[in-house]
Each structure stands twice: as structure tokens, then as C-alpha cells.
């Protein structure tokens, strides 16, 4: 079993809808949460970061962390053709832990936005 | 792309041939990376080094081989490439007092 888990997806919806994505962990370990949006044939570029749990907003762009339940999830509000890219959730364990500094990361999510 | 440069930016090769992608920094961050990225993967650490000349392996070490002997440069080899090492890897840095990380452009491999 994977530590992340993220649908791949693919994922359409239409321009103006609300998307959501997923990921869940195994590793009780992790406390700071990534998502990175990776256009084709490009770098991944960090969308947003948090460490704890609840809600963190950017502009058009939520994310959420249940450290309970071990689940973060990316809202992306009035989704806009220029938000079709790969979404990637990445997450590191606190300092002291095996992987602190080291990030692991979901397979990621490919999604569509259609006019 | 963060000060973050890497070299080349495609290369084909034959199997059984040395290769070494280069990763180049302006900024002079204690903290490099090597990922590869394949379908299905996302992303998987390779090697990271915390400092000139000290480097550690990640999950997906084998058959690659780093080094780090100035802050800027941090250098992956592949010994003798094979069919699996086919892929588009990528440089991170990671700013000492944070804990993201930011990714240069990315070289495709393509090992023949």
C-alpha cells in the first residue's frame, strides 16, 4: 500500500464548476501538506502549503487538512480553462521523523476544465 | 522556476552509456533534490543532499549515483543507463527555514 493515495482521475467538468480533490495517507507522521499544479511538460509549481488541520484559502483556491482522518483535500472554485493541469498532493513529516524534509507524493489528479 | 536550471533538457541514449543530468541554483540553498517522474508514480525522491558534499538516497536510489561538490551544482549519474531510467526527471530546491520545495523545468530521458 501506498502512503499517498490520489484518484488519477482523469477529471472533466465545465468551466465555472467547483472541483475537489483528493488525497489520502497512511503515515501518521506527516504534518505539512503541499499541492503542487504541473502544467504539460513542465515543473511542478507549488499551489499551496499548510500544517495544520482546517481550511486554508487562496483566492479562488481551498485547502483542507483532517489529520484525524488523514485526508487533505483542493477546492478550486469557478474553475476556469486555465486550471486543466496535473494536480499533485505532497506531504513531509515533522522534524525527527524519517522522512522530515523529504516529500512524498500522490500520483496525481489530471484535470479538465472545458469552455 | 525558482533560480533552478537543468541540463540538458532532452537526451537520448543508448543502454549501457553514462549519463549526468545537471542541476544548477542561483540562490545558494543548503537543500537539492532528484526526482523521476513516471505514469502512475508521480513523483519519486531519488537522491537529496543537505549540504556540499553531503547526500543521502531516496526511495528509487538504484543504479544512480550524486554528486555535490559546489552549493550550486548538484549532479545525477546514471553508471549505465538502462530501458527503465527512461523518464523526465526533476531538480528541487527546498529554502533552509521552509518546508516546500520548488522544481526546475525537467530533462526527458530517453535511454534506447
Known amino acids: 500500500q501506498k502512503e499517498v493515495e490520489q484518484d488519477p482521475g482523469p477529471l472533466s467538468v465545465p468551466e465555472g464548476a467547483i472541483v475537489s480533490l483528493n488525497c489520502t495517507y497512511s503515515n501518521s507522521a506527516f504534518q505539512y501538506f503541499m499541492w503542487y499544479r504541473q502544467y504539460s511538460r513542465k515543473g511542478p509549481e507549488l499551489l499551496m502549503y499548510t500544517y495544520s488541520s482546517g481550511n486554508k484559502e487562496d483566492g479562488r483556491f481551498t485547502a483542507q487538512v483532517d489529520k484525524s482522518s488523514k485526508y487533505i483535500s483542493l477546492f478550486i472554485r469557478d474553475s476556469q480553462p486555465s486550471d486543466s493541469a496535473t494536480y499533485l498532493c505532497a506531504m513531509m513529516s515533522g522534524a525527527g521523523g524519517t522522512s522530515y524534509g523529504k516529500l512524498t507524493f500522490g500520483q496525481g489528479t489530471i484535470l479538465t476544465v472545458h469552455p | 522556476d525558482a533560480g533552478i536550471t537543468q541540463s540538458p533538457r532532452h537526451k537520448v541514449t543508448e543502454t549501457g552509456t553514462p549519463v549526468t543530468l545537471r542541476c544548477h541554483q542561483t540562490?545558494?540553498?543548503?537543500?537539492m533534490y532528484w526526482y523521476r517522474q513516471d505514469p502512475g508514480h508521480g513523483l519519486r525522491l531519488i537522491h537529496y543532499?543537505?549540504?556540499?558534499?553531503?547526500?543521502d538516497k531516496g526511495e528509487v536510489s538504484d543504479g544512480y549515483s550524486v554528486s555535490r561538490s559546489k552549493t550550486e551544482d548538484f549532479l545525477l549519474t546514471l553508471e549505465s543507463a538502462t530501458s527503465s531510467q527512461t523518464s523526465v526527471y526533476f531538480c528541487?530546491?527546498?529554502?533552509?527555514?521552509?518546508?516546500?520545495?520548488?522544481f526546475g523545468p525537467g530533462t526527458r530521458l530517453t535511454v534506447t
Open positions: 543532499s543537505y549540504g556540499v558534499k553531503d547526500t
Open positions: 540562490e545558494n540553498h543548503r537543500y
Open positions: 528541487a530546491i527546498r529554502p533552509g527555514l521552509l518546508h516546500e520545495q520548488y
